[in-house]
């Protein structure tokens, strides 16, 4: 006898709306044999009327997760672990190890003196620091040195490692990366440096130098690469940018100062899979609701305040990280009257856009604000 | 006490090996209980050595298929079962239900004065002809024509329905779409059109009319949509410029004379999420084993012989259908030594280098050959 | 004594309007010492309100120019001429060579067995073939066969020799060159070829099969150059492509049917600085005026007709030449109410784009035809 | 009898060599009756070995060119004279205006309190601030303020209006224009603004506050005109770029440390017909010869030093300004060994480039250095 199946049947026209027979249910079996099966038996599960996504929204304190990144310097040597990183467990997305949708996030600590071992991969990566200094990254020959709140990119490909210096502090940082992404592209290849290391070949910070000037482009530097040359964002220029922008835009509803990081050459994202940006909530600011599609992951750069995502409400600190999934609705608000606070966020924005898979939508009711659960 | 974990433990340098100790446990217990967890528990997983596929190679026979095929129209109306298709389901991926990778295929009857209720959706599909007259496609107003091999785009978002006419005999096609990627991304909305039909508001064959003559651009046609403007690709030119290129180049060592259908307006792919291409083997051609990222759906549009898949033998007729996951070692060869053979590939090459995710290599041993298992 | 001016001068708001006086002159003068002027003095000259050109419109008969042309056979040599060409001379651009603008066209004829010695330059060259058979090009070792209507590219800095074979008739072609445009940027290099000739290094018209089919790229071919891969356009498909537009659209009321040359590759202009476009007339139909920037030189491909500039009728027959000034009004018409009529058009039209210099305007009176003078 | 002629006759294979007879006069005068001409008659001219320009390198001197424009206030009303400019003339283009190739360039000065009347043409303008406080411009509605070597743009069609704040100073400046050239392509059009002034609809400095942040754009942002949305590009940070270049690279052998103004957008030029660069000479540096296509207007922003072009040296301190003509050689050398010297350029290098026809060449011999004559 044929075994049970969900056919998922939905009473609508144009929908798939079939009824189990046993002469179905056989024909369904010997389709099995055939590596088949029948369209409609799955067309409404496959075809759903808008995106579900299967992350949940989170928010990763950090004065929860503080402790526990300090305390795997004792249990784990980096040579054994290869990293020290605590890794966010998106409770709907245990399988592929991923913080919300196709996007990976760590927090990873170091302390002085110590340097991971050099390697490439497949998978692109944003380093952020949230604390301690000396911490610099070799990016292809390339070295930069790294303060609160700057971040460097590893780029698909690009031989990298990370260190602090003997004379810095311990250092904790935020890993982002699409490895989940390049995992279901099947695409991800691995090699370890065979030096572990690698030599600085070019004079400390020369990319984001050279790259990194407002109208000006070096002369004779063509740069094709599908990522940013400028490898690594400072926070001080970023945080002037906004306050300048602040002072000559009303900002958008749904954002207030929002600016995207980006690719000096192409104005576009700081790499193909993966984007960044970061934005002021002014004083008193209380956004509206909207939704659209994409992961995004949240970093509470300055300030705090609190977002309600579909309906629940999460309050935040800075350093903070929380998440929003595809399609849930999201609004934020400052809960400070006389400061701004500022949001970093990494997403897969750059990939819904190239696919022409960006969607978005106000939430219309309530004044653009939703109830809160 | 602590569940035990798969540590995917690998004694490398720069990879992680860490011991279970019960510390460890409990402290792996911990970071869960905060939705995180340890990096180095996964770490070797998340990050493998090169891409492994969960897709299976399989070749579906079309004389298999073909008999189930016509056998729904007795078994399920179309008003029930929206369309009538039978998909094919690779056994690596069932939960997605995909052929290969992260795109959806099936094969759909429809008999003359049949037409199936108009809707769109995020997901982009390609339409390819295998037999029968009078299908015919309409898309956002442009009614398409379509006879053997021709093939039809319904691209993201676009309004379509397929019909074949009173006067055509029973068709069958294979759909090809990027359902399982755009759920993936999380991004699918589905919407049936209201009036379950749309008007056809411009002359037949318009868009390939307009867009598909080489060196020729129609004046004042800005088309600036993500697909391409031309919907109808035909059989009859594909393979006249196949013979045409074959009579002026050598070819390529791995794929013969191949050609990849394009958007006359970018001469990119002819949707961003899903590209589409013919080649052809000369007549006693055997090509030489490579490998590469992205997922490949073949199709035999002319002809018969066999491709060898990481070391198995597939052979094939007109019709059948077969996959080559990612990174598997592929090569094909032509059984005939006085005709071509002609292979019609649908895959998501388009996203692997728009997200510069694609990597090929050439099988370097034996003389480019795979010994067969 | 200072000598006396033109000033140019306008009494209207906004506009230089300086009266003479000794003391000006004087302070003239001396600031022509200086290798300076007075702005004042030349700003209304320099800054019209709207183009006047310099070129005049001019029809240049076939029936008149043929005889000529045949006759340089038996007037010189092609070894002391280099090429037996009697070019267009506008009567406002014969300080440059000009038929309008900066386009230079010339008709060249050459008899069987013939070979011209290989060169490049600079300047582009568009080979559009009127009379005889057996007409060749070679451009960077590709070898292309052209008959009636056709037309080859030789586009900057590619080495090319035109010819005609031995067992071909006497053949007359329109050469149509950007040479005063490039000699105007003061960019222009020529080269003689070492050996006077070039071998041929591809299977012939390679490059049109390759690149010359709808909807349709070869795998791998990366092109980059900044003209056209195709080399060669045929008058067959293109009339194909016209006709079939034709049933399908309803054309511009300035232009009836109206396609542009592409590089198949970036569907923009055949080269970055000539244009060309074909256009239909249906039978019966007679444009509206309108009047654009640019320099546009038509050649009649089939057909007769008229067309009115700036007031000015002018009579065509096939193979007549005639060209339109920049922002001069003009519209066209069909004597036939049977047959269409065809125009080839070169123009600088690619420049006027690529600089943002491109305006029209449609005459909005009479209905919009022009009255004649 | 036939008017003699000049045939620019070469003895070279492949180049014209026709000897005047009573016949070819003939010949030629009848071809001139139907306004058509032998090319081998001015085939050597129009298509010479290499570009040999109009224009001379001219070296305007500040010192000289300030008290003629300053005496301009007393002799001209701005009402009367539009602008208040004397402009610089190219000894080998008093015909177009140009102070080299198609640049027109002029100084302007006025008086605290004055306003020019609003007005928008197809030409583009750099307007660099030479001398005095209170310097404004308004462009579509943009207000950018203006001080010492900043410059603001005013792109074709734009409306723009410069004027000195009542609380200012009497500002000098360098107008820089591609007049010229929209004369030759034959698309220049004025306006008046019907109300002569124009009302200030942003907040001041927006667009450069809103574009002018390194590797950050504003979300929402889409600018797809064809010029920068900066406007206004400050010597500040164009200092602070070089300085920071300086520091990371070793630059160019022909130019030091030379940075091209762009557009943030496209990372391309500022305008499309009007490029932009500021280079370093440091202390001591004597840069090699070179030659290349285009026109170049250069401008001592700041120190002093010395030029050769053609073999003939120009000395050079602040403010002067000169000219190196297409294909020129010419090599820099800073005066100082203790002081940086910085160049502004204004060219028509994106013209060069978009059109193909940017060529460059290092002079071989004598270590780099031209013999001065
Ligand atoms: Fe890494
Ligand atoms: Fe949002
Ligand atoms: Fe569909
Ligand atoms: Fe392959
Ligand atoms: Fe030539
Ligand atoms: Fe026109
Ligand atoms: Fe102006
Ligand atoms: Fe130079």
């Not at 890993?175 to 099947?186: C, T």
């Not at 300055?302 to 999460?314: A, E, L, M, Q, V």
Request: net charge negative; hydrophobic share 35%.
């Amino acid at each position: 006898m044929s075994k049970p199946r969900d056919s998922y049947r939905e009473d609508v026209a144009g929908r798939a709306n079939v009824e189990d027979t046993p002469e179905l249910l056989a024909y369904y079996d010997e389709l099995e044999s055939f590596d088949a099966g029948a369209l409609w038996t799955v067309a409404n599960k496959i075809e759903p009327w808008e995106p579900q996504s299967s992350s949940q929204p989170v928010l990763w304190r950090y004065k929860d997760l503080r402790d526990h990144v300090l305390r795997s310097v004792d249990l784990v040597t980096p040579e054994k672990a290869g990293r020290r990183v605590i890794y966010l467990n998106n409770p709907g997305r245990t399988d592929v190890a991923a913080a919300v949708g196709w996007i990976y996030a760590g927090l990873q600590v170091m302390h002085p003196g110590e340097q991971a071992s050099a390697h490439r991969h497949s998978a692109s990566a944003i380093r952020f620091i949230m604390e301690g200094t000396g911490a610099y990254t070799v990016v292809d020959g390339h070295k930069m040195t790294l303060g609160h709140n700057d971040f460097v990119l590893t780029p698909n490909g690009t031989w990298h490692e990370h260190a602090v210096s003997a004379d810095g502090s311990p250092c904790i940082w935020q890993d982002g990366l699409d490895i989940p992404f390049v995992n279901a592209m099947e695409a991800n290849f691995y090699e370890v440096h065979p030096d572990l290391t690698q030599a600085v070949a070019y004079p400390v910070d020369d990319m984001t130098k050279t790259w990194g000037n407002p109208g000006l482009t070096p002369r004779g530097g063509d740069w094709t690469k599908g990522y940013s040359p400028m490898f690594k964002y400072e926070w001080a220029p970023t945080y002037e940018a906004l306050s300048k922008l602040a002072g000559c835009s009303d900002g958008s509803p749904f954002d207030g100062i929002l600016m995207d990081y980006v690719n000096p050459v192409t104005n576009g994202p700081v790499m193909k899979t993966l984007g960044a940006s970061m934005q002021m909530l002014r004083p008193g600011e209380r956004t509206k609701a909207h939704r659209h599609t994409g992961s995004y992951l949240y970093h509470v750069a300055k300030g705090s305040g609190h977002s309600i995502i579909n309906g629940k409400r999460f309050d935040w600190n800075e350093h903070d990280i929380f998440c929003v999934p595809s399609w849930a609705w999201h609004e934020h608000a400052n809960a400070s009257d006389r400061d701004d606070a500022v949001l970093f966020c990494l997403s897969d924005l750059p990939v819904m856009r190239a696919m022409g898979l960006y969607r978005e939508q106000a939430f219309g009711e309530n004044d653009g604000h939703q109830p809160v659960l």
